[in-house]
């Protein structure tokens, strides 16, 4: 089992610019949430996804949308990209009942914002 | 003011001492309690979690909850260079929907020296 697979692991974008980052999730894992973690800080959620909907978002403008697909692989975009958009940005997967305590948190994706 | 305060270190400790780590939250309505590692370059990986208040131990971690002080622990018994590793505290409330966010602390950065 490959657990949660995001892709790419590092990219750097011109600010302005748009960015998709992708995440496959664990097998038999129905939920994806989505994290940004800030250097020296702790991970800030920003929203998670069930059955092809947005279910519960954090605090974070319209410029931060995604979209999960039957197979429940999930796409984070972020627009007109900021300085301080650059973060680590983890996906985690589980079972939508266990999402607490089931969760797997993959490697991450490293973005740079220059 | 933040959900949940963590001291992000960091904290230095001989090899076989006991590591006692620490954070402390306000929202009263936090029922879940996790303690996750995060090595260097990688996503957090749950360690333990707690439900409600009380104590859990698996092998030489021991995890606290005083949800009266609102104040939870994690001890690090025998501590080994292997857990050098930042420490995050991540806590949700209970919603009957399965719907949930995680809230984080900071985390501490952890040096276990040989």
């Known amino acids: 089992d490959a657990g949660v697979t995001q892709s790419p692991t590092h990219l750097i974008k011109t600010r302005g610019q748009q960015v998709t980052l992708r995440c496959s999730p664990k097998?038999?894992?129905?939920?994806v949430s989505w994290y940004q973690q800030a250097l020296g800080q702790g991970p800030q959620f920003i929203f998670q996804?069930?059955?092809?909907?947005?279910?519960q978002r954090g605090n974070f403008p319209d410029r931060f949308s995604g979209h999960q697909f039957p197979n429940y692989s999930s796409e984070l975009n972020v627009n007109a990209l900021l300085l301080g958009d650059s973060a680590l940005y983890l996906c985690?997967?589980?079972?939508?009942?266990?999402?607490?305590?089931?969760?797997?948190f993959g490697q991450g994706t490293r973005l740079t914002v220059v | 003011q933040k959900e949940v305060e963590q001291d992000p270190g960091p904290l230095s400790v001989p090899e076989g001492a006991i590591v006692s780590l620490n954070c402390t939250y306000s929202n009263s309505a936090f029922q879940y309690f996790m303690w996750y590692r995060q090595y260097s370059r990688k996503g957090p990986e749950l360690l333990m979690y707690t439900y409600s208040s009380g104590n859990k131990e698996d092998g030489r971690f021991t995890a606290q909850v005083d949800k009266s002080s609102k104040y939870i622990s994690l001890f690090i018994r025998d501590s080994q260079p292997s857990d050098s590793a930042t420490y995050l505290c991540a806590m949700t409330p209970l919603q009957n929907t399965g719907f949930q966010k995680l809230v984080f602390g900071t985390g501490t950065r952890l040096l276990v020296s040989p």
């Open positions: 996804y069930y059955e092809e909907e947005e279910r």
């Open positions: 097998s038999g894992h129905d939920t």
């Open positions: 985690a997967s589980g079972p939508r009942r266990n999402m607490n305590t089931e969760a797997f």
